[in-house]
């Protein structure tokens, strides 16, 4: 059975920064992912990961401040998030098994299996 085990969250006020982690047991390969929901939001995505370590982020503003990595395994994902803003506030999941070759769109209903989340908190 595969587990997403995310950590790592917490408060933190603006321009500090938080490293995510997300250990997936019974997991590992291709197609793995960070996603965000803020408060009266929907989730999206933040960056998707693949095997081969090529990243694709959904924000030009994120990638700018936030970095991710996975292990040799491919079962840990890392994501450093650096500059943090009130406006990153959310709760972070971890996604993993997502498209085939993952290869766009990384739609949250194109990855099987997921996180409960670990929340950030970013104050003024």
């Known amino acids: 059975q595969v587990q997403l085990v995310e950590a790592g969250g917490g408060p933190v006020q603006a321009g500090g920064s938080l490293r995510l982690s997300c250990v997936a047991s019974?997991?590992?390969?291709?197609?793995m992912g960070w996603f965000r929901q803020a408060t009266g939001k929907e989730r999206g995505g933040v960056v998707v990961?693949?095997?081969?370590?090529?990243?694709?982020w959904y924000s030009g503003s994120m990638k700018g401040r936030f970095t991710v990595s996975q292990n040799e395994a491919k079962n840990t994902v890392y994501l450093q998030m650096n500059r943090l803003e009130p406006e990153d506030t959310a709760m972070y999941y971890c996604?993993?098994?997502?498209?085939?070759?993952?290869?766009?769109?990384?739609?949250?209903?194109?990855?099987?299996?997921w996180g409960q989340g670990t929340q950030v908190t970013v104050s003024s």
């Open positions: 990961i693949s095997d081969r370590g090529e990243t694709r």
């Open positions: 019974g997991y590992s390969g291709n197609c």
């Open positions: 996604a993993a098994d997502g498209p085939p070759e993952c290869i766009p769109p990384f739609r949250t209903d194109r990855f099987n299996y």
